[in-house]
C-alpha cells in the first residue's frame, strides 16, 4: 500500500492504518529503535508507541512521505 493511501486511512480513523504501517514500516521502526535501546522488547513497545502517536497526529499532520515521520517519532520516543 503506498504512503498516501496508509495516511488516508489515519485521516479516516480507520484502524487498519495501524496494520498497513506496521506491515510497511514496523521493521524500520524496529531497527531504530533496537539501535539506540540494544533490547528487543524495549524496541518493540517503542513501535507500538510509535503507532499510537501517529494515530494521534494524523490528522493534523499529513506526512508525506510517512517514512521518515514515522523514523523520526521512533528515534525521538527511544532517545527518551
Do not use: F
Not at 59 to 65: C, E, I, Q, T, V
Amino acid at each position: 500500500m503506498e504512503d498516501k493511501q496508509i495516511v488516508d486511512l489515519y485521516w479516516q480513523r480507520n484502524e487498519s492504518a495501524i496494520e498497513e504501517t506496521d506491515k510497511k514500516y514496523g521493521r524500520y521502526c524496529h531497527y531504530i529503535a533496537y539501535h539506540i535501546l540494544a533490547d528487543d522488547e524495549d524496541a518493540k513497545e517503542i513501535v507500538n508507541d510509535t503507532y499510537l502517536k501517529a494515530w494521534n497526529t494524523i490528522p493534523p499532520n499529513r506526512p508525506d512521505p510517512l517514512k521518515p515521520y514515522l523514523g523520526t517519532i521512533s528515534r525521538q520516543l527511544s532517545l527518551n
